[in-house]
């Protein structure tokens, strides 16, 4: 996203103020004028040099000054310029009345924000507001971003944090559209069956349905033969664990190749017995213990 240049000075007029918004109902959520959530009628922004020309208040050939020392311990090069600040509900916005230009900037644009310390007249030093902004005008996929350091002094050292509020709360209004494709790119990670909507959900359970009236078992799953549940146990199998199901065209051939037996459970008094009755080879057998 890229900062918008204004010509025509914004008024408190053409907000509504944050504490009158909060008072009533408003007519509309939707229409209307925008919020002023903070408002500063003089402040000092300030650039690094190397970035004069990035903002229309900043032009390429203003006048710099030396600032507070970077990370090496140089004094840094920095364009000021006094402004108003208004932190509304749709925009960042500052206006310089010596250019007789502003810009706003779009929330997801301001990739960081923080209360500083910088030095003031003298040995003191004074809060301030430093953003990092990064404007793209090839869309959220765009990965060359053009980067400003901006900072912003109040003439009253107190209304740091409250500019920096306002910020924070209005940023949670315009959250970054490339978090908002990632939330829905998660949602498709979710496994979605719409073929089973015919059938009766279990109550207090996703995704678990009913088996058939008919006694069958429910409609498969992908990837498995369905299920059998305690509304349907009685089908396919008896009271002794006996499977009993399987009538099905083509498993009844299939059991029969397995030989005598194949898919019954033995009691346990027939396992006692071949214990005592074991054959020939019963002594060979490894004898149970209870």
Same mark, same amino acid.
């Given at each position: 996203m890229l900062a918008t240049t204004i010509r025509s000075p914004p008024s408190v007029e053409d907000y509504t103020p944050l504490s009158e918004y909060q008072s009533q109902t408003p007519e509309s959520f939707s229409h209307g004028k925008p919020i002023l959530h903070f408002y500063l009628k003089e402040a000092v922004a300030s650039i690094p040099k190397s970035q004069?020309?990035?903002?229309a208040i900043f032009p390429a050939d203003s006048p710099a000054e030396n600032g507070a020392e970077n990370t090496n311990g140089d004094a840094e090069q920095r364009v000021e310029q006094q402004v108003e600040v208004f932190a509304n509900s749709e925009h960042f916005t500052i206006f310089s009345q010596k250019t007789e230009s502003g810009v706003?900037?779009?929330?997801?644009?301001?990739?960081?924000? $923080?209360?500083?310390?910088?030095?003031?007249? =003298?040995?003191a030093t004074r809060s301030a507001i430093w953003m990092q902004l990064e404007f793209s005008d090839g869309g959220a996929d765009d990965d060359d971003f053009n980067t400003v350091e901006l900072t912003i002094v109040p003439t009253n050292s107190s209304d740091a944090q409250g500019l920096y509020d306002a910020v $924070?709360?209005?940023?949670?209004l315009h959250p970054d559209p490339a978090n908002g494709d990632e939330e829905d790119e998660d949602d498709y990670d979710r496994i979605v069956f719409e073929?089973?909507?015919e059938r009766e959900a279990v109550e207090g359970f996703t995704g678990v349905l009913r088996g058939a009236t008919d006694g069958g078992l429910p409609p498969p799953m992908p990837g498995s033969a369905?299920?059998?549940?305690?509304e349907n146990v009685q089908d396919f199998f008896d009271e002794d664990g006996n499977w009993i199901? =399987? &009538?099905?065209?083509?498993? =009844?051939?299939?059991?029969? &190749?397995?030989?005598?037996? $194949?898919?019954?459970?033995?009691?346990?008094?027939?396992?006692?017995a071949e214990d005592v009755n074991g054959g020939?080879?019963?002594?060979?057998?490894?004898?149970?213990?209870d």
């Open positions: 004069r020309g990035t903002l706003s900037i779009p929330y997801p644009s301001i990739s960081i924000h $923080a209360v500083k310390q910088v030095p003031a007249p =003298g040995s $924070a709360n209005c940023s949670n073929s089973n909507a369905g299920w059998i549940t305690a199901g =399987g &009538d099905e065209e083509g498993e =009844g051939d299939a059991g029969e &190749d397995l030989g005598e037996g $194949a898919g019954r459970t033995r009691t346990r008094d027939e396992v006692d020939d080879d019963s002594e060979s057998k490894r004898h149970r213990v």
